[in-house]
């Protein structure tokens, strides 16, 4: 049924939901424009992260290189890579060189700025340029902020051959039942594999249960990002947009 078919009274209904929308967009942008506006300078490397947040950040960045800065990207995705070229922000692969800031979302942000990443399933290319980034500004909306991680699930990539063997292997370690992403039709990776999408419940030690998953042969890398964040963006509901006190300088 198109919307022409529809009493007047339901497309009233339908207008909160689509405000909140809205609302919800312009909080990305926000948070996305001011990363980039408060943390790269022209004549440097960025990389850019993926998700619908890291999105805007990827629009501010091309309106600054059609503007005339000199900004080179690695991207953290095909999809991302996509992007910046449509906007004409030059790509280099991965290491070539040093990269000055990284700006990515997460899916969830702990106090002790710890954070769950690979909603998108992008975590491996994420994750190794947050390492190599000198600054990594992690960019997000208020619900995404929790005291510990762990409601939502933990990604963790997988190379297919071991796929069963690393499934049997989480649910004996650690007594969680792995979700495989896609189901019947698999999400593969821009590296080729495949994701486990676990529920640990709350997690007390981000850092070890990484270390634990990554010790299991045929996990690539897992969705948990620790000690690397080096500053984190929030958009307000009024529009503005908060760079967060970091975990040891909180009074
Ligand atoms: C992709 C990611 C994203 O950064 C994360 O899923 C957040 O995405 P969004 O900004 O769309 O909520 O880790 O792998």
Known sequence: MGLGALPVGALVLFQPKRRAMRDAELAKRAVGFAAVDRH???????????????FWAIERVGERVRDGDEIVAVATSSVTEQLCRERGIPVIPFGEREIAVAIDGADE????????????????REKAVALAARTFVVIVTPEKLVERLG???????????????VERKIKSRFGVEPRLRGGAEPFVTDNGNVLLDCSFGSIADPAALDLQLREIHGVVATGLFT???????????DGSVDSLAGPGERA
Do not use: N, Q, Y
């Not at 790269?40 to 890291?54: D, F, K, Y």
């Not at 409601?151 to 063997?165: K, M, N």
């Open 227 to 237: 000690g690397l964040t080096g500053a984190v963006l929030v958009s307000r509901s």
């Open 151 to 165: 409601a939502f699930h933990t990604p963790v990539e997988v190379v297919p051959f071991s796929l069963r063997w």
């Open 109 to 124: 942000v702990a106090a002790d700025w710890s954070l769950t990443k690979g909603g998108g399933g992008a975590l491996f």
């Open 40 to 54: 790269v300078t022209s004549g440097t490397c960025i990389g850019l992260g993926s998700g619908t947040t890291a």
